[in-house]
C-alpha cells in the first residue's frame, strides 16, 4: 500500500495550494484519513482529519482557512488551504487508516509528506 502526497510547494502569504493525497494498492477500505504537518523542530500535529462518511474536524488555527476533503470512489484525500500564512510552512503529511484486501489493518499509515512553504 501506498499513501502519495502532492500539491506542495512554495507560495506568498495569502495564497492557495491544494494538496492530494492518493492511496494506491490491495486496499478493501479506506477509515479515517487526516492531515499532519511538521516545522523544523516541532512535533507532528494534526491540522484536519475525516471520516469515511465526510464529517471533518479541524485545529483552531486553520479553521475558515483550510477545507478538508475526500473522494472515496478514488481513495483520495484533499486539503484546501487558503489564506496561506508564513506559520503554515511545514511539511505536510497524509494519515489513514487502511483496511487490505487479505484483512490486515493499517492503523496509521503515513504518507512520505510534502513541503509547503508561506514566504514573500
Known amino acids: 500500500v501506498q499513501l502519495v502526497e502532492s500539491g506542495g510547494g512554495l507560495v506568498q502569504p495569502g495564497g492557495s495550494l491544494r494538496l492530494s493525497c492518493a492511496a494506491s494498492g490491495s486496499i478493501f477500505s479506506v477509515n479515517a484519513m487526516g492531515w499532519y504537518r511538521q516545522a523544523p523542530g516541532n512535533q507532528r500535529d494534526l491540522v484536519a482529519n475525516?471520516?469515511?462518511?465526510?464529517?471533518?474536524a479541524y485545529v483552531d488555527s486553520v479553521k475558515g482557512r483550510f477545507a478538508i476533503s475526500r473522494d472515496n470512489t478514488k481513495n483520495t484525500l484533499y486539503l484546501q488551504m487558503n489564506s496561506l500564512k508564513p506559520e503554515d510552512t511545514a511539511v505536510y503529511y497524509c494519515n489513514a487508516r487502511i483496511i487490505m484486501t487479505d484483512g490486515r489493518i493499517w492503523e496509521d499509515y503515513w504518507g512520505q509528506g510534502t513541503q509547503v512553504t508561506v514566504s514573500s
Open positions: 475525516i471520516t469515511s462518511s465526510g464529517s471533518a
